[in-house]
């Protein structure tokens, strides 16, 4: 790599008189710059080359949210051949002083980085799942920018290069520069928090031209077998949810859906990473349109303006519970599953979280949810449907959840640092009433919520049982109860 020199607008390009003059012109202002390169001789192996300036205490970081993944040693178990070196190519004497934390003394930068990262985190055992770190096919690997790129000081407009295997081009939801080879990411956050794929892929892009354009990215002959499909679905339930939330999704996007021995699905801040376990068929054709809303959803709710990652922890059960609950109701709304088929989503949800619940709240929870999977999800979906079905009760039907989800994303929940209190407050704002002993008692507190009577307001009858939950239409049910149900096409 070519060494280079800050200036206002990231690098010399020409002669600009003399460095005193350019001192005057402009603050040095990092522009980091990454290459990597994979072979086909083995795709498991990203050679990284990275120019940056290390943090204010002189540090070099490859630990963005390795804490959390289980993996001991973090991302830094799977680096070798770090060598640095300074502006003038001499040699950094590095100390590593916990694992993805690295000294380099008074060298202040650039700083050339060289180093190899082996893909090995689909190998091992860890909490997020190799969708959401990295995996390798024959034809395809996927990386997340956490588990591969060293973080320095804070950095705009990012140049990532790729060389690959014959064949392959990248896919990301950065800028593109060159289609499949280079691109540029807006800051660290938009590179580390997110993902690509480099492969012989087949790739879809939609609002082509736009700002919140979404690229989708299918490897495996099942993911690709089902482009049709899973395309057709991005596409109207981005409308969708835009006229649930009023307002497209913010930013680039990027989809990445592939065959792999699992089912599954995350999100990596601009990233949607989708694993498919098996043949697609009239058994799992419907998990994975599921998975896929979900998904999709939280190109929204994963925006919201949490105060801190305390508070962002604390409402995990809602970031996962609208996005399940809103898949169901607009899946059922669209007449794209029987409603048959959402009462035994729903006796499966409420079996689950009984089974989880009774012992720690779902703020709790949220603090490692990984390992509280059925308390956030299956407790988080009943609870966006209890907050929801109350609202419309003690609104008389004139409000829902909806207008509280809008309201999150676009309205006084952007202006705010949302946490649970908050939450309880924007709810009584938007709506006129307070759900507050509902949030208290069944959400900062392990009180289990009241699932008969949720049901009944539904006009639906809850059967629960030694080892079975059933659930199904009430025939005795007023109207009101009744519209409830039949109404849940989104309002």
């Known amino acids: 790599m070519t060494s280079f020199k800050p200036t206002c607008s990231g690098r010399i390009t020409r002669a600009v008189g003399t460095l005193a003059l350019l001192s005057l012109l402009c603050e040095p202002s990092p522009a980091d710059e990454y290459r990597v390169t994979i072979e086909s001789s083995d795709l498991r192996l990203a050679r990284v080359e990275a120019e940056l300036f290390p943090t204010t205490d002189g540090e070099l970081l490859l630990l963005r949210d390795a804490e959390d993944s289980g993996i001991e040693d973090g991302w830094a178990r799977f680096i070798h051949d770090l060598e640095v070196r300074d502006a003038d190519g001499e040699p950094v004497v590095v100390r590593s002083v916990e694992q993805g934390r690295y000294e380099v003394g008074d060298a202040r930068g650039p700083l050339e980085i060289r180093y190899l990262m082996r893909l090995g985190h689909d190998r091992v055992d860890n909490l997020p799942g190799a969708d959401e770190l990295a995996w390798a096919r024959p034809d395809a690997v996927l990386w997340s920018g956490r588990a591969l790129f060293f973080e320095g000081a804070p950095a705009k407009d990012i140049l990532v290069s790729f060389a690959l295997p014959d064949g392959w081009r990248a896919t990301t939801p950065w800028r593109v520069l060159v289609s499949g080879q280079q691109f540029r990411a807006d800051d660290n956050d938009a590179l580390l928090d997110s993902a690509f794929i480099a492969g012989e892929h087949f790739e879809a892009l939609l609002g082509e031209g736009s700002d919140a354009a979404v690229r989708i990215a299918l490897a495996g002959p099942e993911a690709i077998g089902q482009k049709d499909l899973i395309v057709d679905t991005v596409e109207r339930y981005l409308d969708v949810f835009a006229r649930l939330f009023g307002a497209p999704a913010e930013g680039r996007m990027l989809l990445v859906a592939a065959d792999a021995g699992f089912w599954g699905g995350g999100v990596m801040g601009s990233t949607i990473s989708m694993v498919l376990g098996g043949a697609l068929d009239a058994s799992t054709l419907p998990m994975l349109r599921f998975i896929t809303v979900h998904e999709a959803f939280h190109l929204w709710n994963a925006n919201f303006a949490y105060r801190d990652l305390e508070a962002q922890e604390g409402l995990y059960w809602m970031s996962e519970g609208t996005a399940s609950y809103y898949t169901m109701r ?146 005795d049910a007023g109207t009101d109860a009744t519209a409830r149900w039949t109404g849940w096409p989104l309002s």
């Open 330 to 475: 607009s899946q059922l709304g669209a007449g794209e599953i029987p409603v048959e088929a959402a009462f035994r989503q729903l006796a499966d949800e409420v079996e689950k979280y009984l089974a989880a619940s009774g012992e720690l709240s779902m703020v709790a929870g949220g603090r490692t949810k990984l390992t509280n999977y059925d308390l956030i999800y299956s407790g988080g979906f009943l609870a966006s449907m209890a907050l929801d079905v109350a609202i419309r009760v003690r609104s008389e039907d004139r409000h829902s959840l909806d207008a509280v989800m809008r309201s999150l994303h676009s309205g006084p929940g952007r202006e705010t640092d949302l946490d649970l209190a908050s939450l309880g407050d924007l709810i009584e704002s938007t709506t006129g009433v307070s759900v507050d002993d509902l949030i208290d008692c069944c959400v900062e507190n392990p009180g289990q919520l009241p699932l008969v009577e949720m049901f009944g307001d539904l006009g639906l009858v809850l059967t629960i049982g030694t080892g079975s939950v059933g659930v199904d239409s009430d025939p």
